[in-house]
């Protein structure tokens, strides 16, 4: 005779048609009855009018009738209260992280994923900026330029050329940096800047999943990646093929943009993806008479950090000067210079590299060459 706990096991081979999971894993499978040939199962669905629920019942029927000595199969459905279709959600992104693809990237390397609520914050100087200080120790930074729509890091990396490919796979463009240097792949390298690109949903989705899956991020320490503002289908796409990636949310002191930014952050960790830390961009700045302007306001970036129990990374002062290709700063050889500093020894250091493990190692050689 069938058991509850075989019918379960037997359900756990039905993948929910638009999400590609068990339905047993989704937590949709509800109450189970075994009377004899006769089993009954609950299904809890996401909406009221689910197109695929005749569909999910076929294929419960068509699977449950397989097992020996079962004749009668009855599927009735229900609808989940809210607090269920968030865990329904968020295990859908586990399952997707646990099965993302292979790519490229080495596994030392830190995966940055620069954020935003909002556009006009500044987010992608930041992502160019933050590449260059890395580069600049001496580091390879591998640059993926992911807001499709809004592609700038060509221009503002100073990168010119035309991608190729090698072994099937596409070659980011290098810029070196003394010792170190920057490999980008951007929209604005196999597009003109001033062209609109009128690509939607399932098109922008595979784009982004080319540069990452289609492209050659090997010999990389870092990986930095600018993302459109938001929380749409670019920042999903992201999430699901590199679940090791972490955020930074980038957002000016106002308080308007740093409650659009805890929505960035809000989406990071419902995706089972790790928040970093906050930068405040166009901080308060001091003039050489000693006035100091605030023309954003003061402090949003640290209660945003506060509130989302991570570190204020870095408060950047506004400067023109960051934005423009080439030019020297002072911002930027001061805050973004300990920006990557505190990255690379705290933040996001590259894997394994200030482990418990490695620690212990040091202090073993240092031991052993005092003695």
Same mark, same amino acid.
């Given at each position: 005779?069938?058991?509850?706990?075989?019918?379960?096991?037997?359900? @756990?081979?039905?993948?929910?048609?638009?999400?590609?999971?068990?339905?047993?894993?989704?937590?949709?499978?509800?109450?189970?009855?075994?009377?004899?040939?006769?089993?009954?199962?609950?299904?809890?669905?996401?909406?009221?009018?689910?197109?695929?629920?005749?569909?999910?019942?076929?294929?419960?029927?068509?699977?449950?009738?397989?097992?020996?000595?079962?004749?009668?199969?009855?599927?009735?459905?229900?609808?989940?209260?809210?607090?269920?279709?968030?865990?329904?959600?968020?295990?859908?992104?586990?399952?997707?992280?646990?099965?993302?693809?292979?790519?490229?990237?080495?596994?030392?390397?830190?995966?940055?994923?620069?954020?935003?609520?909002?556009?006009?914050? /500044?987010?992608?100087?930041?992502?160019?900026?933050?590449?260059?200080?890395?580069?600049?120790?001496?580091?390879?930074?591998?640059?993926?330029?992911?807001?499709?729509?809004?592609?700038?890091?060509?221009?503002?990396?100073?990168?010119?050329?035309?991608?190729?490919?090698?072994?099937?796979?596409?070659?980011?463009?290098?810029?070196?940096?003394?010792?170190?240097?920057?490999?980008?792949?951007?929209?604005?390298?196999?597009?003109?800047?001033?062209?609109?690109?009128?690509?939607?949903?399932?098109?922008?989705?595979?784009?982004?999943?080319?540069?990452?899956?289609? @492209?050659?991020?090997?010999?990389?320490?870092?990986?930095?990646?600018?993302?459109?503002?938001?929380?749409?289908?670019?920042?999903?796409?992201?999430?699901?093929?590199?679940?090791?990636?972490?955020?930074?949310?980038?957002?000016?002191?106002?308080?308007?943009?740093?409650?659009?930014?805890?929505?960035?952050?809000?989406?990071?960790?419902?995706?089972?993806?790790?928040?970093?830390?906050?930068?405040?961009?166009?901080?308060?700045?001091?003039?050489?008479?000693?006035?100091?302007?605030?023309?954003?306001?003061?402090?949003?970036?640290?209660?945003?950090?506060?509130?989302?129990?991570?570190?204020?990374?870095?408060?950047?002062?506004?400067?023109?000067?960051?934005?423009?290709? /080439?030019?020297?700063?002072?911002?930027?050889?001061?805050?973004?210079?300990?920006?990557?500093?505190?990255?690379?020894?705290?933040?996001?250091?590259?894997?394994? @590299?200030?482990?418990?493990?490695?620690?212990?190692?040091?202090?073993?050689?240092?031991?052993?060459?005092?003695?």
């Amino acid at each position: 005779m069938n058991t509850e706990a075989a019918v379960r096991e037997c359900l @756990a081979g039905v993948l929910d048609p638009e999400l590609g999971a068990s339905i047993v894993d989704l937590g949709m499978v509800g109450a189970v009855r075994v009377d004899g040939p006769r089993v009954e199962v609950e299904v809890a669905l996401t909406t009221v009018g689910c197109p695929l629920r005749a569909q999910i019942e076929r294929d419960v029927v068509g699977a449950l009738r397989g097992l020996e000595g079962v004749s009668d199969v009855a599927v009735t459905t229900s609808v989940m209260d809210a607090t269920a279709k968030r865990e329904l959600l968020s295990r859908a992104r586990l399952l997707a992280r646990e099965s993302a693809p292979t790519t490229t990237i080495p596994a030392h390397a830190p995966i940055l994923m620069i954020a935003s609520g909002k556009g006009g914050v /500044g987010k992608s100087v930041v992502a160019a900026r933050v590449a260059s200080a890395l580069a600049a120790r001496g580091l390879t930074v591998g640059v993926l330029d992911a807001d499709i729509w809004g592609f700038s890091l060509a221009r503002l990396l100073g990168i010119e050329g035309e991608v190729t490919a090698r072994n099937g796979r596409m070659i980011p463009l290098e810029k070196r940096l003394g010792e170190g240097a920057i490999r980008l792949l951007s929209m604005g390298l196999l597009a003109d800047e001033d062209q609109a690109l009128l690509w939607r949903g399932l098109v922008v989705q595979k784009a982004v999943a080319q540069f990452i899956e289609d @492209a050659d991020w090997s010999g990389c320490d870092y990986v930095v990646i600018d993302t459109p503002p938001g929380t749409g289908d670019i920042a999903m796409t992201l999430a699901r093929l590199l679940p090791r990636m972490g955020q930074i949310v980038v957002t000016t002191p106002d308080p308007g943009a740093t409650r659009v930014a805890a929505r960035a952050a809000d989406f990071a960790r419902k995706s089972h993806v790790r928040v970093l830390g906050v930068i405040e961009n166009m901080s308060a700045v001091t003039a050489p008479d000693g006035t100091r302007y605030a023309p954003f306001g003061e402090g949003g970036g640290r209660d945003l950090a506060e509130n989302l129990a991570v570190p204020l990374l870095a408060q950047i002062p506004l400067d023109g000067a960051l934005a423009r290709v /080439g030019e020297d700063s002072v911002v930027a050889r001061t805050v973004f210079d300990e920006l990557a500093e505190r990255l690379i020894s705290d933040v996001a250091p590259p894997l394994g @590299a200030r482990g418990c493990s490695a620690r212990l190692l040091e202090t073993l050689e240092a031991a052993t060459r005092e003695s």
